[in-house]
């Protein structure tokens, strides 16, 4: 969308020229000369706030576009909350504002997000802007369905809410049950439902970034509905995080802590029931500290050969994930090539 640039004003140049004299032979130099130039004057910054629906960087209303209005914009001292004089505006109906007279220089200009509509995130706040004196300055910002952060950060966000976050794949879809993607960064580790991502050759050591909805379902955290945004390919093995049956166990309690849904490792855990006590696909683990619950979903395991598989007062060493069913804390398997028998001495 065109703006109007035309309530923009030009204002002329005012230099200073300091001549300096040519030194005589023999003449000392002054520690700090005086700089040649002294500029002065003030210069106009225009710009437009739009919601960016599809996040291409460009307006386009045909993609959900639309322009953003009643936003309070302001431009303050560079890393500062100093604001210039006059130096506040606010976006019109077609989310344009206007703002004249303002020093030349880089300043900050601030977006008052408790004026940004439900909906609309503003991912770099403030904006630099430089100001030159008779060049016009235009900015444009684009609100986003959601901004890019670190996993921690998204499980504290309510739920409902429409995150985007980033993370080495640990468990790709589909592997541990149909729906099912793990992901890990340097904060967290996360459960991702959702068909989307099911035939995208999506493998672990993959990097993706994803969009969702925060929910808990069954005490577990998670987001639902993921897009996918970015995949890169083979980018970092995951390696697990050594942990005890007992700290998984005492995980469960809260879906926000930090193991759940995690990548780790439980060794010479040893099996002291039979799969189909309480449910078919679960049975009680002990490494010696305490026991948790371990799940063999679809993916791993036929669930009718559990007990084959597995036998009761052997020990094994897994790589899986910590997660909880209702609050009981459970390992999950990520597949049986990664699950070992060991001695249990």
Same mark, same amino acid.
């Given at each position: ?57 460009r307006f386009d209303p045909s993609d959900g576009d ?101 993370? #080495?794949? +640990? ?6 049950? *149909?729906? $099912? ?5 340097? %904060?967290?580790?996360? =459960? ?116 084959? #598989?597995? +036998? ?6 897994? *790589?899986? $994930? ?5 609050? %009981?804390?459970?390992? =999950? ?13």
């Open positions: 969308m065109p703006f109007d640039r035309t309530v923009i004003r030009r204002r002329a140049v005012t230099v200073a020229l300091a001549f300096t004299p040519l030194l005589a032979l023999g003449a000392t130099c002054d520690d700090e000369p005086a700089p040649p130039f002294d500029i002065s004057g003030t210069g106009d910054l225009a710009g437009f706030i739009f919601f960016d629906a599809n996040e291409d960087g639309f322009a953003v209005s009643g936003v309070g914009v302001e431009v303050r001292e560079r890393n500062t909350t100093s604001a210039f004089s006059g130096g506040q505006a606010q976006t019109d109906a077609s989310g344009q504002f206007l703002i004249e007279d303002l020093p030349v220089g880089t300043h900050d200009l601030f977006i008052d997000e408790s004026t940004v509509p439900a909906g609309v995130n503003i991912c770099a706040n403030p904006v630099n802007v430089s100001i030159f004196v008779n060049e016009p300055q235009f900015v444009s910002i684009d609100g986003r369905p959601g901004c890019l952060i670190p996993i921690a950060e998204a499980k504290t966000k309510p739920l409902g809410e429409v995150v985007v976050v980033r993370g #080495i794949v +640990t468990a790709f879809p589909g592997q541990i049950e *149909n729906n $099912f993607t793990y992901i890990e960064d340097e %904060t967290a580790g996360l =459960f991702i439902f959702g068909s989307a991502l099911m035939g995208k050759g999506i493998e672990v050591g993959d990097l993706i970034e994803v969009s969702g909805t925060t929910t808990v379902f069954n005490g577990q955290f998670e987001i639902t509905g993921p897009v996918l945004r970015v995949h890169l390919k083979g980018v970092a093995v995951p390696t697990p995080r050594l942990v005890t049956t007992a700290e998984i166990a005492a995980s469960g309690s809260d879906p926000l802590h930090d193991l759940q849904n995690r990548f780790v490792r439980v060794e010479k855990a040893r099996l002291t029931g039979a799969f189909g006590v309480t449910n078919v696909q679960n049975a009680p683990i002990d490494d010696g500290s305490g026991a948790a619950e371990m799940r063999v979903d679809d993916g791993v395991a036929d669930r009718t050969q559990l007990n084959t #598989i597995f +036998t009761v007062g052997k020990c094994y060493s897994m *790589n899986g $994930f910590a997660a909880n069913f209702r609050g %009981t804390g459970q390992f =999950f398997p990520r597949s049986l090539a990664d699950v070992q028998e060991v001695p249990c001495e």
